[in-house]
């Protein structure tokens, strides 16, 4: 156990190496950073074993680890990263040491402190997730270029509330936007049909990584 103050350590899940299965990188061999706890209960969540347990590390130890896997790219992820406050720190670390750092959160929990180095994919939670009432909208208007609001659609519910909130918030006139369809709950290629049957200004993507690995943890 790390012996660092309280206020420097993270909680962490695992720490691997895959490839980026999501958003802008996606296909990039990166080393993934899973903190520890989320306060959100969303109803596909794939990493429920990330809410609980885990081990204290050091910010050190994460950066050494992290270099150790010798490839540019880290994602910090969770569970839900933003609720440790020693993420913030992390993350400008990552960036200083050089690394091209992305966030996926959940857009429950303030983003604006996190350094601009980083590219932020925000997951805007959908109906089905049985989480929309978390969303901080508010937030939307931080979004840049550089980052991603990402929509994950379990039905054609959730596709008619998606393409609502883009409008609403002007999302595709901000950032790149990502409609992806829940793993194990819509057919992929029915979103697909629906995105061009709209001519839907966003981007379709599957997980790379499920297709891949399936369900297996850590890849």
Known sequence: MSTAAPESRLRVTEIFLSLQGEAETVGFPTVFVRLTGCPLRCHYCDTAYAFQGGEWWSQAAILEKVSGFAVRHVCVTGGEPLAQRACLPLLAALCDAGHAVSIETSGALPIAGIDSRVQRVVDVKTPGSGESHRNRFED??????????????????????????????????????????????LPARELADWILADRAPVRFQIQLHKVLWGDEPGR
């Open 140 to 185: 939307l208007a931080l979004l840049t270029a550089r980052d991603l609001a990402k929509f994950v659609v379990t039905d054609r519910a959730d596709y008619e509330w998606s393409l609502a909130c883009i409008r609403e918030h002007a999302l595709t006139e901000r950032c790149t936007v990502l409609l992806s369809p829940s793993y194990g709950q």
